[in-house]
């Protein structure tokens, strides 16, 4: 086929219709927005740029035999981290516990937590997002970040393992 697969033409069919992606993966680029920079706030305001970076994109994109999901993915992932290099570091774990007290219902333990999801790697965190948050099989984690299901399983290991030695650093048992 002179013109591209069919899995290409789909690929450039949804590519196309932004308005229905933005429909069907805003709420879950938002969600992992928010794991990433620990605001939903600033997660929704960063997944808007998300899709104008993806309107943008569009003309230099090229199939990779990849889902366009899985480069929204990407471009979230590079804007969160970008973000929050420029926002600089986080508050110093010594003002958590107080900013957790004035709000009585956070617990400790949610902002320890929340804390060290945000210290995995970009890719752990994805996997792990994509895993236990978007609730897909491993096989489809695979497909969106170009790996196979068994390196996603070892990502979504590998996170456990630092979560929670992270957490026991923090004191907390995991």
């Known amino acids: 086929m002179a013109s591209g697969s069919n899995d290409e033409i789909g690929f450039r069919r949804e590519q196309a219709d932004l308005d229905a992606l933005f429909r069907s993966h805003h709420a879950e680029i938002v969600r992992f927005l928010a794991a990433r920079l620990g605001s939903r706030d600033e997660a929704a305001d960063l997944a808007g740029d998300v899709f104008v970076e993806a309107v943008r994109s569009v003309p230099r994109l090229r199939w990779r035999g990849r889902p366009v999901l899985a480069w929204l993915y990407r471009v979230a992932a590079n804007m969160a981290a970008d973000h929050v290099s420029r926002r600089g570091r986080e508050l110093p774990a010594a003002v958590l516990p107080q900013a957790a007290a004035q709000q009585p219902d956070m617990l ?12 995995l790697p970009a890719e752990q965190a994805l996997a792990v997002h994509l895993r236990l948050v978007e609730d897909y099989s491993f096989a489809e984690v695979g497909r ?30 995991a």
């Open 108 to 119: 400790p333990e949610r902002d320890a937590l929340a804390r060290a999801m945000r210290s």
């Open 144 to 173: 969106l970040m170009g790996r196979s299901p068994a390196a996603c399983q070892m990502l979504v290991l590998r996170a456990g393992r630092s979560l929670r030695e992270r957490l026991k650093q923090d004191g907390l048992h």
